[in-house]
């Protein structure tokens, strides 16, 4: 008989051994999407505040899928989703959306945001279908014809 592999979301350290690949494979991800940007990898000690929730999706055990939510007192914003290249398609990242607006909401908050790009048409269309809509640069983000802001306030 075959078991039922076991999904399982978890606030963990981004800098844990067997997650730090998956952020290397995002920033790799990134720069090939986007080679004239100059996309800067974002720091650990970045993805350690005490004001951001790393977020994983594990497979049996196995990281398959990241994202962060950072408190930015007037909102949250979503950064750092990813979902490995072999688990598209599956669900998982709806699911780990699903999960970081849960965190949001659990701590009270109302208003999330987020920032990707033009070459990231999946990912639009999970946050459109989600209900984010579109939004002004926000934050320390700039008005960029590469760039698309969205929002989603949360009942």
Do not use: W
Not at 93 to 105: D, I, N, P
């Amino acid at each position: 008989m075959n078991k039922r592999p076991q999904l399982t979301f978890a606030i963990e350290d981004p800098g844990t051994p067997d997650i730090l690949p998956l952020t290397q494979q995002l920033d790799g991800y990134l720069a090939e999407l986007y080679p004239t940007a100059n996309i800067q990898p974002v720091a650990l000690e970045e993805l350690r505040q005490p004001n951001v929730t790393f977020v994983t999706a594990r497979v049996d055990g196995t990281p398959v899928a990241c994202g962060a939510c950072v408190d930015e007192g007037e909102y949250l914003e979503v950064k750092r989703m990813y979902v490995l290249p072999a688990c598209r398609g599956l669900g998982l990242g709806k699911q780990l959306l699903e999960a970081l607006e849960q965190y949001v909401r659990n701590g009270g908050g109302r208003v999330i945001r987020l920032e990707t790009g033009t070459a990231q048409a999946e990912a639009i269309e999970l946050y459109e279908r989600s209900g984010y809509r579109r939004c002004p640069p926000f934050g320390s983000h700039r008005s960029n014809p590469q760039s698309v802001c969205m929002e989603k306030v949360l009942a």
